[in-house]
């Protein structure tokens, strides 16, 4: 035997025990991790809003006949910043718009960070770009200050008009800026105060719960967490700042095999989506289905008078109603159990999606559908 033989034989002999090995240790494909189901309560985001002015526009602002408050907002801020202006001066401020400024404070924010602000119009500004966005106190739901916006606005868009002809790309009345707002306090949270923690899953599954629960207890030793409903388990922390981190980070990596979600489908009423997940079966059932259309055409009619019968010409109408109703044969759909089986049954049909809804609520209303109807 030749070396190219033996080396030939070697390989197949390597590639035969990774296949096998591959059979009998299968990789878990649907772990998943406990950050992606899970969140810990009390550490979240919170909103912040704040009113502010956009000067520096191309003449591209508010109209003050309309939109008087953007002229009172001014002569407030020309207050403020020791300038007086006479009661009743008309202000002409076409660079001058009214925005709403919203942002979003992330957990564990200090005072000094950096945030990006949202800048939208408020009033009828035709465009913010080249705008600058005057100091903003960005206010939570307590109505407390938890930072300051101010900045140049980038707006993803462009647009010109003349002589009653205009051209825009994309939106011009909001824009962004990057970086533009400063914390000026934090918000407390609560997971250092207290010995334990809740982990709060996205969806309310006793299976998932009691999983959660033991992957903890495994890694962590028993007793650590404890499922406490179908949405929360609790977990006991370490006492130090450090440990405790180090501990949420550990769990938040930890593998989750992840529970079969209950059958359900989503049925989007404006668009006519149905999306449906993998535990959706189908029972056997015969369905017929056919179109019912009614066209209605009207035709105006003149009937005009003899020449000198001093008459009036009369305008009536005359309707066309057609009915067409399409015949649908009855069709047995087998007993399917898994999605694949649901989507070949669906498609032998040959519905179009808002028919589709009506026959899916008729199949649950059977019995033959094991999923539950959501309309979003």
Known sequence: MTTTDRLLRLLITLAFAAASAALWWPVD???????????????????LVGYGLVVGLDGTGDQTTQTPFTAQSVQAMLQQLGISVPAGTPMQLKNVAAVLVTATLPPFAQPGQAIDVAVSSLGNAKSLRGGTLIATPLKGADGQIYAMAQGNLLVGGAGASAGGSKVQINHLSAGRVPNGATVERGVPTPWMQQPFIQYDLQADDFNTARQVADAINRLKGAGTAEALSGRSVSVKLPDSPGARVAFLADLENLNIDRATPAAKVIINARTG?????????????????????????????????????????????????????QPGSLIQMPAGSKLTDVVKALNTLGATPQDLVAILQAM???????????VI
Not at 29 to 47: H, M, P, Y
Not at 300 to 320: F, H, W
């Open 29 to 47: 494909a649907q772990a998943i991790r406990l950050k992606e189901i899970a969140s810990v309560q009390g550490v979240r985001s919170n909103q």
């Open 273 to 325: 989506s149905i999306v449906l997940n993998q535990s959706v079966t189908l029972g056997p059932c015969a369905v017929a289905h056919g179109s019912l259309s009614v066209t209605i055409n009207s035709t105006p009619v003149i009937s005009q008078p003899a020449p000198l019968s001093q008459g009036e010409t009369v305008v009536t109408e005359k309707a066309d109603i057609q009915i067409n109703q």
């Open 364 to 374: 649950k209303a059977a019995g033959a559908l094991q999923a539950d109807l959501e």
